[in-house]
C-alpha cells in the first residue's frame, strides 16, 4: 500500500470510519475481489489503480505510468490537480445534492460559462446530465420533439450505450444484442456529402455527428464535411446535433473541435458534451442553441436526478476556468503537434500515419497489431489504448508536457517492434 492508498486510510481511521475502502493487498487480490464483485461488462481489467498526480498514476504494485489516455479523453486537467479538488472538496463542504426542484449557484453559473466558450446565440439553453449518452438522449429527445422521427448517424459514428444512444451508434456488435432499438435511425459512410445528401429529406429530424470520430478510429471529419452537413440539414430543416463528448473541452485544441477554422465556423443546433466537462467528475451537458431548439423540450418533457450537481457543476467549472486560466488550448494544440510530428519523424515502417487533432491522435498502423502495442505499452509504463487493430489512441491530460510526450515517441519504436516480433514468431498476422 502506497500513496494515495495510504492518505486515504490515515483520512479513513481520523474520521473514525472503517467502511472505507483501503488497498490492502497487491493487485492480484484486488482483481480476485473484482471478478467476484463487479459485473464483468468491461472484461479483466488491466491494473488496480490506486493513486494519481498530473499525467502520472500509480498501481496497487507500486508501479508508475504515464497516463496517455487519461480516463477516455476525460481528465482533462490530469488527475488530482488543485484547483479541481479545491472547487469539488469546498463546494461538498457547502451544498452537496439538491433536487431540480431548486437551482444552485454553480449550476447556473456553469450553463452561463458553457453557453460562452461553445458560443451560442441569444436564447440558448443547456439540459446538464452526468454522462455522453444522457447528453445524447437528451438530444435525441429534442429531435423526436420536432414531430419527425427519423435520424441519419454516421457509419463507425459513437454515441453512447443506453438503448438512444446505441440506436444512434453504428457498431453491430454493441447494437445486436438489444434489438428492437429505437427506429428510424440511417447510418451514412461517415464524410460522404453525397451520401448524407441522399440521405436527409423533409421527414429528417436530425443529422448526428461527431467533428472527428473517437471510437471509431479517431477518423477526422474531411474539410468541409460539417459545413455541407449544416447546409443540407437547414434545407430540410432537419437539427444538426454536434456530438463532443470526446473531442470537445480542449480536447482538440479549440473549446469544442468544430469551432476550427477549417469548419468554416459551422454553427450546430444540439451540442453534447461530457467526458473532459468535469475533468474527471461525471457531468453532462446537452446545448440547445437558439431559442425555437431550446423549446424542444418543455417543463416535464426530460429530466435527471443528478443533473446540474452542484458538486458536479463546481467541477465543470474549475475545468473550464484551469483551461482558460492556463492557455490550455493554445497548450494543446502545441503539445498535440509536437507528438505528432516526433512519431512521424521516426519514419518506423509500421505506422502509417498519425490522424486527429489536437491531444485526440491515433496512430495508424499497417498491421493490426495495436492491441499488442498497447499491452508492450503497458508492461513499459504508459497508458495508451487500442482503439481499432490498427490504430493506437493517445488522449492524455490535456496538460501533458513535450518532454512527457517525448518519454513516449522515444519509446515507441521499441514497442512497436515487440508487437511486430510476435505477429512474425506467431507465424504471420494475428
Ligand atoms: N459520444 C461520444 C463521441 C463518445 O466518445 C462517447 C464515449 O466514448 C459517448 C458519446 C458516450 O459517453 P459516456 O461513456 O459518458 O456515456
Same mark, same amino acid.
Given at each position: 500500500?502506497?500513496?494515495?492508498?495510504?492518505?486515504?486510510? +490515515?483520512?479513513?481511521?481520523?474520521?473514525?470510519?472503517?467502511?472505507?475502502?483501503?488497498?490492502?493487498?497487491?493487485?492480484?487480490?484486488w482483481l480476485a475481489r473484482y471478478s467476484s464483485s463487479v459485473m464483468g461488462t468491461y472484461g479483466v481489467p488491466q491494473?488496480?489503480?490506486?493513486?494519481?498526480?498530473?499525467?502520472?498514476?500509480?498501481?496497487?504494485?507500486?508501479?508508475?505510468?504515464?497516463? $496517455? !489516455?487519461?480516463?477516455?479523453? #476525460?481528465?482533462?486537467?490530469g488527475h488530482a490537480h488543485p484547483l479541481l479538488v479545491a472547487a469539488v472538496t469546498s463546494q461538498l463542504a457547502t451544498l452537496g445534492h439538491v433536487s431540480n426542484f431548486f437551482a444552485t449557484v454553480p449550476q447556473v453559473a456553469l450553463a452561463e460559462r458553457l453557453l460562452q466558450v461553445a458560443r451560442a446565440p441569444e436564447g440558448s439553453r443547456v439540459f446538464f446530465c452526468n454522462s455522453g449518452a444522457e447528453a445524447n438522449e437528451?438530444?435525441?429527445?429534442?429531435?423526436? +420533439? #420536432?414531430? +419527425?422521427?427519423?435520424?441519419? *448517424? *454516421?457509419?463507425?459514428?459513437?454515441?453512447?450505450? #443506453?438503448?438512444?444512444?446505441?440506436?444512434l451508434t453504428h457498431k453491430q456488435a454493441y447494437r445486436a444484442p438489444f434489438e428492437p432499438l429505437p427506429g428510424g435511425v440511417e447510418h451514412v459512410p461517415y464524410g460522404d456529402v453525397g451520401a448524407l445528401g441522399r440521405a436527409v429529406d423533409g421527414a429528417t429530424a436530425a443529422v448526428f455527428l461527431e467533428p472527428v470520430q473517437g471510437e471509431g478510429g479517431v477518423t477526422p471529419a474531411p474539410p468541409g464535411y460539417l459545413e455541407a452537413a449544416r447546409a443540407i440539414t437547414r434545407t430540410h430543416g432537419a437539427l444538426l446535433v454536434l456530438?463532443?463528448?470526446?473531442?470537445?473541452?480542449?480536447?482538440?485544441?479549440?473549446?469544442?473541435?468544430?469551432?476550427?477554422?477549417?469548419?468554416?465556423?459551422?454553427?450546430?443546433?444540439?451540442l453534447t458534451s461530457a467526458k473532459g466537462l468535469g475533468g474527471g467528475v461525471p457531468v453532462g451537458a446537452a446545448i440547445a442553441f437558439g431559442e425555437r431548439t431550446a423549446a424542444l423540450l418543455g417543463a416535464g418533457q426530460h429530466g435527471t436526478t443528478f443533473g446540474g450537481n452542484p458538486v458536479a457543476a463546481a467541477a465543470g467549472l474549475a475545468t473550464l476556468? *484551469?483551461?482558460?486560466?492556463?492557455?490550455? !488550448?493554445?497548450?494543446?494544440?502545441?503539445?498535440?503537434?509536437?507528438?505528432?510530428?516526433?512519431?512521424?519523424?521516426?519514419?518506423?515502417?509500421?505506422?502509417?500515419?498519425?490522424?486527429?487533432?489536437? $491531444?485526440?491522435?491515433?496512430?495508424?498502423?499497417?498491421?493490426? %497489431?495495436?492491441?499488442? %502495442?498497447?499491452?508492450?505499452?503497458? *508492461?513499459?509504463?504508459?497508458?495508451?489504448?487500442?482503439?481499432?487493430p490498427d490504430t493506437v489512441r493517445i488522449a492524455p491530460p490535456l496538460v501533458l508536457t513535450t518532454d512527457q510526450a517525448?518519454?513516449?515517441t522515444a519509446a515507441l519504436p521499441a514497442l512497436l517492434d515487440a508487437a511486430l516480433a510476435e505477429t512474425t514468431t506467431a507465424g504471420g498476422t494475428p
Open positions: 500500500m502506497r500513496g494515495g492508498a495510504v492518505e486515504v486510510e +490515515r483520512a479513513a481511521r481520523e474520521a473514525g470510519v472503517d467502511a472505507l475502502p483501503v488497498a490492502e493487498g497487491g493487485a492480484e487480490a491494473r488496480v489503480l490506486v493513486r494519481g498526480e498530473g499525467c502520472w498514476v500509480w498501481d496497487a504494485d507500486g508501479k508508475r505510468y504515464l497516463d $496517455l !489516455l487519461a480516463g477516455i479523453a #476525460t481528465n482533462a486537467l437528451a438530444a435525441f429527445k429534442m429531435a423526436r +420533439r #420536432t414531430g +419527425r422521427t427519423k435520424i441519419v *448517424a *454516421a457509419v463507425d459514428g459513437f454515441h453512447g450505450r #443506453t438503448l438512444g444512444a446505441l440506436a456530438d463532443e463528448v470526446q473531442t470537445g473541452i480542449g480536447r482538440c485544441g479549440e473549446w469544442f473541435a468544430h469551432q476550427a477554422s477549417e469548419h468554416g465556423g459551422v454553427v450546430p443546433d444540439v476556468h *484551469a483551461i482558460e486560466r492556463d492557455g490550455v !488550448l493554445e497548450h494543446v494544440r502545441r503539445t498535440g503537434r509536437h507528438l505528432r510530428s516526433g512519431v512521424e519523424a521516426l519514419g518506423h515502417p509500421l505506422v502509417t500515419g498519425v490522424r486527429g487533432a489536437g $491531444l485526440l491522435l491515433g496512430i495508424g498502423l499497417a498491421e493490426p %497489431v495495436a492491441p499488442a %502495442v498497447a499491452r508492450h505499452a503497458l *508492461a513499459a509504463g504508459f497508458i495508451v489504448n487500442a482503439v481499432r517525448d518519454l513516449f
